[in-house]
């Protein structure tokens, strides 16, 4: 038995931050609030992620908790409507599984 594990920090193999983006901005517009690109990137920055504006701005725990799961729904949309471009890191990974570079 072959035992991996394959570890995607977002970026890595596929980038998907534009679109979570896009999703937490839809997710806190259904909420009332507009989420500032700029300070989205300084809270990722910093380990915040999207919901630290809406909690800034008072919104409760259960109502983010509801936006969270909105935020999986609407990603999962996108990723119908788009289509998954594999960044060269994971052709390669992909590419080496067919050869004697794979382990076996």
């Given at each position: 038995m072959k035992r991996y594990i394959l570890f995607d920090h977002d970026g890595v193999l596929v980038d998907t931050e534009f679109w979570y983006y896009e999703a937490g901005e839809r997710a806190l517009a259904d909420i009332g609030l507009t989420l500032?690109?700029?300070?989205?990137?300084?809270?990722?920055?910093?380990?915040?992620?999207?919901w630290a504006q809406a909690r800034a701005a008072g919104i409760d725990?259960?109502?983010?908790?509801?936006?969270?799961?909105?935020?999986i729904t609407i990603i999962?949309?996108?990723?119908?409507?788009k289509p998954l471009r594999l960044k060269?890191?994971?052709?390669?990974l992909l590419n080496c599984q067919n050869?004697?570079?794979w382990p076996s």
């Open positions: 500032d690109k700029d300070q989205y990137l300084r809270d990722m920055s910093q380990g915040l992620g999207t725990e259960q109502t983010i908790a509801g936006s969270v799961r909105f935020v999962r949309s996108i990723l119908e409507q060269a890191s994971l052709k390669l050869t004697s570079a």
